[in-house]
Each structure stands twice: as structure tokens, then as C-alpha cells.
Nanobody, 124 residues
Framework: QVHLVESGGGLVQAGGSLRLSCAAS????????MGWFRQAPGKEREFVACFTWTGSSTNYADSVRGRFTISADNAKNTVYLQMNSLKPEDTAVYYC?????????????????WGQGTQVTVSS
């Protein structure tokens, strides 16, 4: 079993920055990829970014590419999401997720474990 805990959410003005963290514990040795998703009220959960341990490759949704950066610290079993130039439409609950096998980066069903989420609110 894997336990994921997100932190770093909060309230920020448009144009500001936040850094989210996701700490993993438990059976983390067989992690294939880590992803960030978000869900706004009344909307489906959507892909934000993914970090694949093989080759340290990254993948982003078009809506955040160039503004958000995903990174990972293997020694700390932690993945980060640096969010810059935040917009009101970035407001959502952000979830960290872990995948233990290859799959589609942008599909929630590809991921095996999920955190509880952290709220990000961007005011205009």
C-alpha cells in the first residue's frame, strides 16, 4: 500500500506562485510515474502534469505548459508542482497520484494510488 500526502495549497492572487508537494510513503519502490490532477467544482478531474521515473521525463496539459513545472526527489519520495503565473481558472483541488505500471499519463484510471487533495484558490 502507498500513502500520498499533498501540501502547499492555499489562496494566491492572479499572477502569483505556489509550490505543491506530494510525499509518498509505504511501498514506493515500484513507482513508475507520479502525476498531478485537479478538479474544480462541477467539473471532471483533469490531468495537469506527470513525471515518469524512467528517463525522468515530464508531460504537461496544454493549459499549464510553460507555467507549471513538475519535479521529483527520489531520495525524499516526494514530487513537486511549481505553479507560476497562476490564473483564476487554475482554482481547483489538486491531487497527487502514483502509477506502478506504464499507461496513459493523462487518464485518472491509469493511476493506482491517490492523495486526499489540496485546495488551490486563485483570486482575480
Amino acid at each position: 500500500q502507498v500513502h500520498l500526502v499533498e501540501s502547499g495549497g492555499g489562496l494566491v492572487q492572479a499572477g502569483g506562485s505556489l509550490r505543491l508537494s506530494c510525499a509518498a510513503s509505504g511501498r514506493t519502490f515500484n513507482t513508475y510515474a507520479m502525476g498531478w490532477f485537479r478538479q474544480a467544482p462541477g467539473k471532471e478531474r483533469e490531468f495537469v502534469a506527470c513525471f515518469t521515473w524512467t528517463g525522468s521525463s515530464t508531460n504537461y496539459a496544454d493549459s499549464v505548459r510553460g507555467r507549471f513545472t513538475i519535479s521529483a526527489d527520489n531520495a525524499k519520495n516526494t514530487v513537486y508542482l511549481q505553479m507560476n503565473s497562476l490564473k483564476p481558472e487554475d482554482t481547483a483541488v489538486y491531487y497527487c497520484a502514483q502509477r506502478i505500471r506504464p499507461g496513459r499519463n493523462n487518464l485518472p484510471r491509469s493511476y493506482d494510488y491517490w492523495g486526499q487533495g489540496t485546495q488551490v484558490t486563485v483570486s482575480s
